[in-house]
């Protein structure tokens, strides 16, 4: 399958504007950043307070889908790897959060957006490493 055909521009868009939209949402009113690994490494931390938001906001993430699957269209979803592949490759996203000091989404929308130099130079390194990770997978394996 071709998956750049399939690009819809309009729906990443309002996509994109409800992830912003959130990110701004949570930030005026918690005063936190959203970057999914740090709000999930609170729920399993010692010690936290604040776990009743962050048990929503992932409760949400998982419960947004499923009502989707639920209620929405039917899409057809094939995910072209292994269950071992797919946890193997979870178990390197969750290393790699950690060295990093947070997720794509803490330092992409949010690090940006707030003019960090280290999300700024994590997204560029997220980036660079996607492109030599497909350029490796489609042009030299």
């Known amino acids: 399958m071709d998956y750049t055909t399939d690009f819809t521009p309009v729906s990443a ?3 994109g504007g409800l992830i912003g939209l959130s990110a701004v949402i949570l930030m005026a009113a918690n005063g936190r950043i959203a970057g999914i690994s ?15 938001w962050r048990a929503a906001f992932i409760a949400g993430l998982v419960i947004a889908p499923l009502a989707y699957m639920a209620f929405g269209p039917r899409i057809e979803v094939q995910i072209p790897a292994t269950t071992g592949l797919l946890i193997a490759a979870g178990l390197l996203v969750g290393i790699g959060t950690q060295l990093g000091s947070g997720c794509t989404s803490g330092h992409g929308v949010c690090g940006i957006s707030r003019f960090s130099a280290r999300g700024i130079v994590a997204t560029l390194t997220f980036m ?3 492109a030599a990770a497909v350029f490796v997978i489609r042009h030299v394996v």
Do not use: F, Q
Request: hydrophobic share 50%.
């Open 13 to 15: 868009l309002i996509g």
């Open 38 to 52: 740090g709000i999930a490494g609170g729920l399993i931390g010692p010690g936290v307070a604040d776990r009743a």
């Open 128 to 130: 660079a490493a996607g």
